[in-house]
């Protein structure tokens, strides 16, 4: 597999294990007479239904850290940007 292929077969996992969970929750709501769900389902939620508790805690603060890596990087340009001109 390249490199150049990796994203995209994530992806492709991350939506099948999306798809079997929601179809989880779709049959124990249609079993019990309430239609659809409409609520959506996290990362975590995946994490922890393939990893476990402790791989739903890891996947949380992985992904927090992360994102407040993305803003500081992300703020750090906006907030220098009138220093270029």
Not at 5 to 20: C, D, K, R, S, Y
Not at 34 to 48: E, K
Not at 63 to 70: A, G
Request: with cysteine; glycine share 10%.
């Amino acid at each position: 597999m390249r490199v150049c292929e990796v994203p995209g077969a994530e992806a492709l996992l991350l939506a099948e294990v999306n798809v079997a969970i929601m179809r989880e929750r779709d049959e124990y709501r249609l079993v019990h007479g309430r239609g659809h769900s409409p609520v959506t389902i996290s990362l975590s939620d995946m994490a922890g239904r393939t990893l476990g508790p402790a791989g739903a805690k890891c996947t949380a603060v992985t992904y927090l850290l992360l994102s407040f890596t993305l803003l500081v990087v992300g703020g750090g340009d906006a907030r220098h940007a009138h220093l270029k001109s």
